[in-house]
């Protein structure tokens, strides 16, 4: 007695899924089993199987022949209506006219006991509305459906019966997948004098599937009519959209070939002249784009489809990524060059000072004078090149990383819309704007960062400031384009966001390079080295003689020293460097080199005061004149001269 | 495809002891007694206990006959049963527990090796045992119609159709796509969704039906599931065990 079937995953999904199918309150109280059951002796009633805005159809089994059958009764209160019961008896003579495999034969009709009833054959099956419930239909599997539609409606038209509406509620297909047209309800009969109802302005058949004439309830609506309304079927079952407005041709979808454009614009024209003529035609043309389909996605593929095919997808793009990325590289160099120059120049002239340093160290070290003229100070800026290796590669790594990005965003933006059934022109303007967004905030916000944050973290933190507020802004886009396209809502697709993440943490990581990474040392040479004159202004006596170690000889007024030095080239400059007060207060020209006197027999001692040359020599014979200015005379003969702030001016036995 | 013609309706119109009535009921307990047997587990009585306590009330029922009298308030199987279960736990387990080893015929072959399985894997704490019983109950309830669902398949020789399709039941789309499942089962892709529509369709009307067989008025069915949606859907609350209001 125990079922001993293996238990559901969750039995509250699978119980509220049986509750969220099961139907809804019908808008009219169908018969009861019980109710027909006195009416219907012959049959045994089992269940109600469906219920539409006029009639309820039941299964049944006829007891004589034990065969299923299907019951439709009228709508008790709408039977009673004269036109009403009208249309019901000439849907039975329309149907009985009719014996073909794709339209559903009718057994019996008539009025007993205030029901107007049919019984036909019994489809154990679904219709198609049920079937796109459970998801769209394969293109292949469409166009082996709607042909058989065709035939079945072919049919009635050569027997003058226009089914006048065919919607996917109306198309039956059972286990086997054979199709049944049912629901002649609205036929009207061809040859005969068109009943009063028809010609009364009553709009009958469903609004979306009915062609432009029979909204306007004009009299002349004939077989061509149904033709429109295949054309909607035909164009919903691909794509799982109506026709309404200027639709996305069908063949957007995945699998639908092209060829089966033409012919649901044919359908669907709004003028009958201008559509196909009959429906052999259409048939003819479907039949014709079946083999075209494309071959269904294999199933390895397919069970691979979500992250492992965006990997896929993001290798791909990260080959093609440097190809592309070329032109960004470009943008990259431009900011370089225009953001990085100062850097890079200070760099190289950096260089080129130590260069020049070493040189004139060893010039000095001989004692011999600069060959040649004197190099300047300043050298002219060099050329811009790539060469630092880091650089490059944070260009073209950045380049990469963009252009895989935008790539794959506007890949997604473009299969959402299409699935929204947008137009292609929205689809690329979809892609461009959402990956526009992309390309601004990484090719600033990057450069801001690769340039900046070294020097000026303001522009760094700008930078990042760009990339997260570009990434909001997206975001919001993205769910613009949602709500104006309501068939692309949802969230971003598993592959998408892992692909932003990525980006997300491969730029952090550059940055972290650009910001961490080995770094230029500052030169200290340069500080230390007789470079330039211009660069003495403001250094007091003491700075000076550390600089440029002793001057040559030195003259001194009452205020004001003049010290001579040598420059480079070897030249005596006799006023290169004036004091006042001990500080230096002008040069004589500020692209010399100046080089230290040789060390010979002034002994370095010119330009110090009289206690540090009285501390060096000691042993004074004779000091002439007051405490500062003067002559000493040493044990040894040596006689220094002495400017009246107490300089040693001159040394000489 | 046959119905069983069991229903609770039936038994609380029949009012002589040893008819068709008794053996109805007998052979609705048989289908239902996990929901008492773990009812009582969860008030606390081990495995054997919790065997005993339920041959001894289903034991009890059968005895008393005519349930029209001693039912709380004639109304749906469900509330019945567990009215009762709760009653036998209050009055009569002294009793019972004095009599059980007295080796009374077993009525039913219990085996609390499936209810066991099922306990292990329920949040038993968050639940008092009211809630574990209706919780069982709806189980059961989907159980058998999915018992009865692939009885009506493999008889009508769609086994292998119904174990590809029997996801759908969830409401989740088949693991593979359906052209595939259509190739599979040599056939066209349209007949593999209509068997979909027609299994959940079916599943439905089997749902409904055994649910039905509880109630004593037919048509309070869509309630009634509903109410066992909500059984399966609570997760923590109620009452803590032993203060029976």
Redesign the interface.
Known sequence: MNPNAPRPPDPAAMLGHALADAEVAQPWPAPTIAELAAAFPELTLHDRVGQGGMAAVYHATQQRLGRAVALKVMRPDLAKQPQFTERFVREAKALATLSHPHVLAIHDFGERAGFCYLVTEYVDGANLRELMQLGRLSPDEVLRIVPQICAGVHFAHQHGVVHRDIKPENVLVDRHGQVKLADFGLAKLAGAPGPALTRSSVVMGTPHYMAPEQWHGSAGVDHRADIYSLGVVLYELLTGRLPVGTYAPASAQPGVPAGVDPIVQRSLQQEPDLRYQSVRDVQKDLERQRGTTPPPIPEAARATAGPHASAVKLLVAGALAPVIGLPVLTIFQYHEHELGMHRFSQRIQNQNHEQIAEQITRVIANGKPWPGSAPQAVQPLPQYELTDKLDLLVCFVGGAILVTVVMLLGAAAWRRTRHAGASRIQQMLAGVLFSLPVVGSASVGLCGIVDKLRTEWLFGVLGVFLIVANGAFLRWLWRLTARRLPGAAGPLGRGTRATLWLAVVATLGLAAIVVFGPRQPAPPIIARLPIAAQKLVGLTRLQLLERLGPPHAITATKERMTWSYRSLDGNVRADAVQLVLGTVVSIENPNLILVPAPQPESGGSIGQTRDELVAARGNVRRSQGDQHGGEIEFVDGTIAKLSPDGIVLQLGK | MTFQTTRWSLILRARSPGSAGERALG?LL??YWQPVYVFYRRLGANRDDAADLTQGLFTDLLARGDLADADPGRGRFRTFLRTCARNWWSNERERAKAEKRGGDARLLPL?PD?AEA?LAVQPIDSLDAEALFERRW??TV???A???L?QDELAANRREQFAVLRS????N?PA?????L?RELD?????V??????L??R???L?AAEVRRTLPDEAAA?AE??E??AA??KRAGGPKPGDYR
């Open positions: 052979e048989g289908a085996d499936d099922w709806a189980c989907l159980d058998r999915v018992w009865r692939e759908v039941l969830d409401g789309p593979r796509p359906w052209a595939n259509a056939t066209t892709e349209g007949a969704k209509v068997a979909a529509h027609r959940k369709a599943f439905r009307d749902l869509g599931l509903q066992l949606l399966l859907q």
